[in-house]
């Protein structure tokens, strides 16, 4: 996310960084160098325009000028610049306090308008929502059949008159349906074209006035860049959009749509995409995010991911086991289960501070490997889980050939196995480190 961006805004602090004080002229030479990373990382011209003119403006002042440690001053500077622009503080979707609250997607085709609509409806339904999706969109080929996929694949029921009926009428339906059933979410999808025309408008129109939204999300894909902010400002001069869903952020996307939508429109970034699974969307933080583009990491979100993958009794089943020196491959293979939960593990590494922007860029992480991993374990029968060491060389055999793998691979496992339990003996010994590292909850690796 942002790796391009990051690394360029962490280039152009070095120049600041190579200087014991700082005059006038050095700020100005080394914005400059801000202000072309983050041209080239496709941020609205106007917005870079008004970013480097506060930031300069702050950066002359006796707090940086006569500080010991100038360069450090400049990054909190951009940092706290940069929360700004994004909107300072975390925007929360709107919950009607008369039921049902009603969600209009909104936005061009391609965005991710109607992937996002159920994503949204999975991460209220886990909040302990009741949600129902309305399919409105009745012009792209199987656009209703994607949203009842969606559906079926969350748990959450779709609402559809097929795709000969008008939009508005749907729509209206859909809102009567949820009122008499007893939903309190209404999400109701509707048509994207390729590009913004009059008729898209004024049928968008037609449903805001016929099921009065609570909040209407404009969806935006990221790696358009520019013209993200276009799309945006049409959008948002046509239907008055209460917040923005950002998708693709997990894609090569160069930031510019994260730093420019706030600002150029006025209405905050609620949600962001940062994946294809259900659910890889995420509550949109300024503060986070200004984190991860500057390299600092996001702990906070990590923290949060560990959190909901992990099971508190489990992590304390687990450090008894550790304790007592019973941990088996059993649940090693429970911990990998864990980690999976979590998601991507670049997209992880990436919030971990003291990660360089650029370093992962050609480390390739292979996720295949945790499968192979799994396989191998699953492979195994419950005795030789608990006691590796009976695993001799007809049994490594059998495993491998169970597992689709090589006895080279098992071999692997087993000596990566032996030194984490070798790990535990140590961490044990001196004291059990407390969580995913550091933070909270126990794991092994």
């Known amino acids: 996310m942002f790796e391009s961006l990051s690394e360029k805004l962490n280039n152009a602090f070095k120049f600041f960084r190579n200087k014991g004080k700082l005059t006038e002229a050095d700020v100005k030479s080394g914005m400059r160098e801000i202000k072309l990373a983050l041209l080239e990382a496709d ?20 707090e940086v000028l006569e500080s010991l440690l100038p360069a450090q001053q400049i990054v909190k500077i951009v940092n706290e610049e940069m929360i700004r622009l994004m909107g300072e503080t975390q925007a929360k979707l709107t919950i009607s306090p008369k039921p049902p609250t009603v969600v209009m997607m909104v936005g061009l085709q391609g965005a991710g308008k109607t992937t996002h609509a159920g994503k949204l409806a999975g991460m209220y339904k886990k909040q302990g929502k009741n949600p129902l999706l309305v399919a409105c969109d009745v012009y792209r080929p199987a656009a209703i059949r994607q949203l ?18 008008k939009p508005v009428k749907i729509a209206k339906e859909g809102l009567k349906y949820a009122q008499k059933k007893g939903y309190d979410m209404v999400i109701v999808d509707t048509a994207g074209r390729l590009h913004i025309d009059e008729e898209l408008m004024g049928e968008l129109q037609d449903i805001k006035k016929a099921v009065d939204p609570t909040e209407i999300l404009l969806t935006v894909d990221a790696m358009i860049g520019q013209d993200a ?5 049409h959008f948002n001069e046509q239907l008055d959009v209460t917040g923005v869903i950002l998708t693709k952020l997990d894609g090569d996307t160069r930031g510019g749509a994260a730093l420019s939508v706030r600002h150029v429109t006025g ?17 949109f933080y300024p503060d986070r995010m200004a984190s991860r583009i500057l390299g600092m990491g996001d702990v906070l979100s990590l923290i949060e991911k560990a959190e909901q ?5 489990q992590a304390a089943e687990l450090e ?19 980690l999976r939960k979590m998601g991507n593990i670049e997209s992880l590494l990436g919030m971990m501070p003291g990660i360089k922007p650029g370093a992962l860029k050609d480390a390739k992480i292979d996720e295949r490997q945790l499968a192979r991993t799994e396989a191998i374990i699953r492979s195994m029968t419950m005795k030789e889980r608990e006691r590796p ?10 495993i491998a050939k169970g597992s689709g793998t090589s006895v080279e691979d098992v071999n692997k496992l ?5 030194q984490v339990r070798k790990m535990m003996k140590q961490m044990t010994g001196g004291g059990m480190k407390r969580g995913l590292f550091g933070f909270g909850k126990k794991m092994p690796f």
């Open 309 to 313: 993958a992990f099971d508190a009794k």
């Open 229 to 233: 902010v276009t799309v945006a400002e």
């Open 267 to 283: 209405k905050p970034i609620k949600f962001v995409g940062v994946g294809e699974k259900l659910d890889a969307i995420e509550p």
């Open 43 to 62: 941020v609205n011209f106007k917005v870079v325009r008004d970013f480097v003119k506060m930031v300069s403006e702050r950066a002359v002042g006796a």
């Open 148 to 165: 009842e996929i969606v559906g079926e694949k969350l748990d959450i029921p779709v609402f559809t008159l097929g795709d000969k009926e």
């Open 414 to 418: 087993l000596k990566q196995f032996d």
């Open 389 to 398: 060491e009976v695993i001799n060389a007809s049994r490594k055999q059998r």
């Open 320 to 338: 008894k086991k550790i304790r007592q020196s019973t941990f088996t491959l059993d649940d090693y293979l429970q911990q990998f289960a864990q």
